[in-house]
């Protein structure tokens, strides 16, 4: 099983170029979901979703769009890159119902704006 | 106002010497607490949920407890291979789709 894929796993941007990570699951998973992780703060939830055709914001979803059309995919959209959007970019995802804290990780996109 | 805390930041541990992680957390109503070992450029990989005080969970040399306000990841006579950064995390009853992370515990392991 691969679990769940992330790509890129390295990218670097411009300030003002827009990007779309991908995150792909096979294990039939409802929940899925985007969090940057930056030094010094724990991981950060931006966008999830708990199905294909709904998606809903998390703590931080300012500068990114998320779209959900197939249960196995969940791309994060870049709108305009920031300097501050420079961070390590985790797709995760899990059951629904009590296992939903049991995230499965990706391995990470880490991305540098300039 | 941090919703979880993990101590210490970094904690270095000679192999065979036990200790503990400790993850502190203020939530109005826990639905559950997440413990996640994260590798140097990978993903947190999932370990343990607890879901009440009183509970605990094993698993080879660690074993994570909870109280009504922190959980406590016991890792028993470590080895270099336990050497990792280690997350927890917690949900709360409402919003129960988001999980807030501490910053994590650096733990190394010298042979």
């Known amino acids: 099983n691969a679990g769940v894929t992330q790509t890129p796993k390295f990218q670097v941007l411009k300030t003002g170029q827009s990007m779309t990570l991908q995150c792909a699951q096979d294990m039939n998973h409802e929940y899925m979901s985007w969090y940057r992780q930056d030094p010094g703060m724990g991981l950060r939830l931006i966008h999830y979703?708990?199905?294909?055709?709904?998606?809903d914001q998390g703590e931080v979803p300012n500068g990114y769009n998320v779209s959900r059309s197939t249960t196995e995919d969940f791309p994060l959209r870049l709108l305009s890159a920031a300097p501050s959007q420079t961070s390590v970019y985790f797709c995760a995802s899990s059951y629904t119902g009590i296992k939903r804290g049991e995230l499965f990780f990706g391995e990470g996109s880490r991305l540098t704006v300039l | 106002e941090d919703q979880v805390t993990q101590s210490p930041e970094a904690l270095r541990l000679q192999e065979g010497e036990s200790s503990s992680l400790n993850c502190s957390y203020t939530v109005s109503g826990l639905r559950g607490l997440f413990w996640y070992r994260q590798d140097p450029g990978k993903g947190p990989e999932f370990l343990f949920t607890l879901y009440s005080a009183g509970e605990e969970k094993e698993k080879e040399r660690l074993k994570a407890t909870l109280t009504k306000k922190e959980s406590f990841l016991h890792i028993t006579a470590p080895k270099p291979e336990d050497s990792a950064t280690y997350l927890c995390a917690v949900q709360e009853q409402r919003g129960a789709n988001n999980l807030f992370f501490g910053t994590g515990t650096r733990l190394t392991v010298i042979p």
């Open positions: 979703s708990v199905g294909a055709g709904i998606t």
